[in-house]
């Protein structure tokens, strides 16, 4: 009877997991599907609320409560998913799209900075409305 109970247990919790490659797919959509059109520059001055790596290519950058920006970087940032901060590169108090770079920190070893491509504001209420609706939605 114990066996059972684990087995289906063990079941559940398998048909639950998500693939963290998976789950960063879903939330770079997310992000993107709320960003707006590229920019060239976004105000920086010194501070990183909090940030999400998307993969190995992608971030999202609270710079504020009520600011995010989605970052895109040239090639693989290897470091990016498994780093515990990032640091932003900034000249005159601005983040430049083509010119600054996201350097990854806490991984062990040193990172090497990684290019920024594109930078693109996330419209952060429709953001947060639609994660809410997709956390409240049945799961399949």
Not at 12 to 26: F, H, I, K, Q, Y
Not at 70 to 99: H, I, K, M, P, Y
Not at 113 to 129: H, K
């Amino acid at each position: 009877m114990r066996t059972l109970a684990f087995l289906a247990l063990a079941a559940l919790v398998a048909g639950c997991a998500t693939n963290p490659a998976e789950r960063d797919a879903r939330q770079l959509a997310l992000y993107r599907d709320h960003a707006g059109a590229p920019v060239e520059s976004f105000p920086y001055f010194g501070r990183v609320s909090s940030w999400t790596p998307l993969g190995p290519e992608s971030l999202a950058v609270w710079t504020s409560p009520s600011r995010a920006w989605l970052l895109e970087v040239d090639g693989a940032c290897s470091d990016l998913v498994f780093a515990q901060g990032v640091q932003l590169s900034a000249s005159t108090g601005r983040v430049n799209a083509r010119f600054d770079h996201v350097t990854p920190i806490g991984t062990g070893v040193n990172s090497i900075p990684c290019r920024i491509r594109e930078i693109r504001p996330v419209d952060v209420a429709a953001f947060r409305e639609a994660r809410r609706r997709e956390k409240a939605a049945p799961q399949r």
